[in-house]
Nanobody
């Protein structure tokens, strides 16, 4: 199982970025997907997650109303649309997958992708 996250980059505050996470080696349908981030000197935190069906999604308080998680099971891809970005959103973003329920707790995920850097300038 491999997860490939991409879409990071450098953006000015107030701008937008769209991250994608593509899975290979396994079907996406029954997996919950989570997005996590880790800023320099900080612990990795859960940003958003979505159930296997896509019927439910969750967000950490700091990104509610600005980030949107979605998925396209046919394309084996999950997305994180990030709008109104702030400098404090700067971090390496990771996607993860689990056969269990969607959660913002990183220990709940069995499969992890490599990170993609998001840098928001002020």
């Amino acid at each position: 199982v491999q997860l490939q996250a991409c879409g990071g980059g450098l953006v000015q505050a107030g701008g937008s970025l769209s991250l994608s996470c593509t899975l290979s080696g396994i079907t996406l349908d029954h997996l919950a997907i989570g997005w996590f981030r880790q800023a320099p000197g900080k612990e990795r935190e859960g940003v958003s997650c979505i159930t296997g069906s896509g019927s439910s999604s969750y967000y950490t308080d700091s990104v509610k109303g600005r980030f949107t998680i979605s998925r396209d099971n046919a394309k084996k891809t999950a997305y994180l649309q990030m709008n109104s970005l702030k400098p404090e959103d700067t971090a390496v973003y990771y996607c993860a997958a689990t056969v269990f329920g969607a959660t913002l707790v990183q220990n709940g995920y069995e499969y992890w992708g490599q990170g993609t850097q998001v840098t928001v300038s002020s």
